[in-house]
């Protein structure tokens, strides 16, 4: 039995795999919702306190996730390309992290 459309992944002329429509607004909605949570948690902050940097930390990692998979679409890509550009974000959050050591800011944090 064959699925509805608003479902299925759409497929282009070279074989490769997007998402549909339906699809691209409900990232965006998703996107939408965690911005607005992490407005919140920026205001409440007197009242979560320490907690609230990990968590926005969490949340643009998940932010990041999403965009990067879907509409970079580095989700439907081989595992070789998803290797390569984890490895080189790594890489850069080693070198962000050496340089606000280096600076004395990393300290504060």
């Known amino acids: 039995?064959?699925?509805?459309?608003?479902?299925?992944?759409?497929?282009?002329a070279e074989g490769h795999h997007h998402p549909t429509p339906r699809q691209y607004v409900q990232i965006a909605l998703l996107l939408g919702l965690l911005t607005a949570i992490e407005v919140g948690l920026f205001y409440a902050e007197p009242f979560f306190g320490d907690l609230v940097v990990p968590a926005l930390l969490v949340l643009a990692a998940v932010k990041f996730g999403l965009v990067v998979g879907y509409y970079m679409h580095l989700k439907y890509e081989k595992r070789?390309?998803?290797r390569l550009f984890g490895g080189g974000f790594v890489l850069a959050l080693m070198i962000y992290a050496v340089v606000l050591v280096a600076f004395g800011i990393m300290a504060n944090i």
Not at 1 to 12: G, I
């Open 80 to 82: 070789f390309l998803t």
């Open 1 to 12: 039995m064959d699925q509805p459309t608003e479902t299925r992944e759409v497929h282009t």
